[in-house]
């Protein structure tokens, strides 16, 4: 069966350090990966979103960055941390062959920038 | 205007009551659409995906209304454990499934 493990679970980080968020899937090949972002009481927004290895789009323009170095691993980084993105950060997988629709999240990274 | 627009409640209902929540989108392409249920602090998982015909899942039923950029849930005999986040979800037409997320109905169930 297919799990996605996201880590860690809390961060607390000061202003301008730097950031990075890893998240692997086992037992798919090829998933369509998602980075979101929830604040405090809002909704969730796509932050950078992967179809393959080193294939990266950004959804909106920010300080974080996001890399896929191998096939079920996905990566949120940042070079100097803003107060501003602190949230919850939920990574999330697909089947990418359009065979099953539904999206499987980790269980979240709540960063606290201080 | 918002891509997904979602009543954000909260909505504070009795168990037993019968609660919907509404859903509407911007875009007239969107081919996919459901509704994900979100607990506190914790990450999203599928409650249902949502048919042009409109579906049921024992006490939920999902209605989508393409005309009118519309989507529903209903909650019957609504239980405790029912409270929890309520997440309107569209895909945009497209070669994946990128996940547009509403900022959620908040629903509590009291005895």
């Known amino acids: 069966s297919q799990t996605i493990h996201q880590w860690p679970a809390t961060l607390v980080q000061p202003v301008g350090s730097p950031l990075s968020l890893e998240c692997t899937v086992e037992g798919t090949s090829n998933p369509n990966l998602y980075w979101y972002r929830q604040a405090a009481g809002r909704g969730l927004q796509l932050l950078f979103y992967?179809?393959?290895?080193?294939?990266i789009s950004s959804e909106v323009p920010q300080n974080l960055s996001a890399s896929r170095p191998q096939d079920r691993q996905f990566i949120l980084s940042s070079k100097k941390l803003l107060l501003s993105d602190s949230g919850f950060y939920l990574c999330?997988?697909?089947?990418?062959?359009?065979?099953?629709?539904?999206?499987?999240f980790g269980q979240g990274t709540r960063l606290t920038v201080v | 205007r918002k891509e997904v627009e979602q009543d954000p409640g909260p909505f504070n209902v009795p168990e037993g009551a019968t609660v919907a929540f509404n859903c509407t989108y911007s875009?007239?392409?969107?081919?996919?659409f459901f509704w994900y249920r979100q607990d506190c602090r914790k990450e999203p998982k599928l409650l249902m995906s949502?048919?042009?015909s409109g579906n049921e899942d024992g006490r939920f039923t999902a209605q989508l209304n393409r005309a009118s950029q519309y989507i529903s849930l209903l909650i019957r005999d609504s239980k405790l454990s029912d409270s929890a986040t309520y997440l309107c979800v569209v895909t945009p037409s497209g070669g994946y499934n990128k996940l547009i997320f509403g900022a959620g109905t908040r629903l509590a169930v009291h005895p």
């Open positions: 999330a997988w697909e089947d990418s062959t359009g065979k099953n629709t539904e999206a499987f």
């Open positions: 875009n007239s392409a969107s081919q996919s």
């Open positions: 992967s179809v393959g290895i080193g294939q």
């Open positions: 949502v048919y042009s």
